[in-house]
């Protein structure tokens, strides 16, 4: 079975500054990588997905992932975040021969204060 | 479309009672799954369904049961509730049956379930 780390369980970061939430995942056998996002009192919903072609990903709203196949990661990144930005955000990997089943990270909870 | 719903919100059992979590989706997804999530470890696949009429384990199946009723409803049941089994408990789906692990899954609110 596949595990997933997320490296920080809680980021504090102020308003407009950059931030960098990490995800590493333990197979090398092909996967899918996701990230979902959860707001308080909310199911979670997708962020952003690599599943091929080019390893940068990008959302909506301005954040982007990087898939590292050597180093088994896929961290997610936002150039300024917004305080609207505060939520869990939970990194995910499907394994391509294991059906339907999908590993989640234990979640980095990212604070944005003003 | 309400998407992905979920009953009841919160519930409280004592050790040894039974309930079942009711779950609906309006997307005509063929997947559908149920997690719990604790803190400090993400969420953890229970049980999932490929297509009505199909169900399968997942991680932690252990003191849980579930039914693919129809295409629409997934429900989960304790038959005999525990306090280990104190979690929220998250329904979701998913478009396929290709067990592909493309697809993206659509998350319900949430169940806050506390087992006294």
């Known amino acids: 079975a596949q595990s997933v780390t997320q490296l920080d369980s809680q980021v504090p970061v102020f308003e407009e500054a950059p931030v960098e939430l990490r995800c590493n995942y333990s197979?090398?056998?092909?996967?899918?990588l996701f990230w979902y996002v959860q707001y308080p009192n909310q199911g979670l919903q997708l962020l952003l997905k690599?599943?091929?072609?080019?390893?940068l990903v990008e959302s909506i709203n301005g954040f982007e992932a990087e898939f590292n196949k050597s180093q088994t990661s896929f961290h997610l990144r936002k150039p300024s975040v917004h305080i609207s930005d505060t939520a869990e955000y939970f990194c995910?990997?499907?394994?391509?021969?294991?059906?339907?089943?999908?590993?989640f990270g234990s979640g980095t909870k990212l604070n944005v204060k003003p | 479309n309400a998407g992905v719903t979920q009953t009841p919100k919160f519930q409280v059992l004592k050790t040894g009672q039974s309930m079942t979590l009711q779950c609906a989706q309006d997307?005509?997804?063929?997947?559908m799954y149920w997690y719990r999530q604790d803190p400090g470890m993400g969420l953890r696949l229970i049980y999932y369904?490929?297509?009505?009429?199909?169900?399968d384990k997942g991680e932690v199946p252990n003191g849980y049961n579930v039914s693919r009723l129809n295409k629409r409803e997934f429900s989960l049941r304790l038959e005999s509730a525990a306090p280990s089994q104190t979690s929220v408990y998250f329904c979701?789906?998913?478009?396929?049956?290709?067990?592909?692990?493309?697809?993206?899954?659509?998350f319900g609110p949430g169940t806050r379930l506390l087992v006294l």
């Open positions: 979701a789906s998913s478009e396929g049956t290709s067990g592909s692990g493309m697809e993206t899954q659509y």
């Open positions: 197979s090398s056998v092909s996967v899918y």
């Open positions: 690599y599943l091929s072609g080019s390893t």
């Open positions: 995910a990997v499907s394994d391509r021969y294991n059906f339907n089943k999908f590993y």
């Open positions: 997307m005509n997804h063929n997947s």
């Open positions: 369904s490929a297509s009505e009429g199909t169900t």
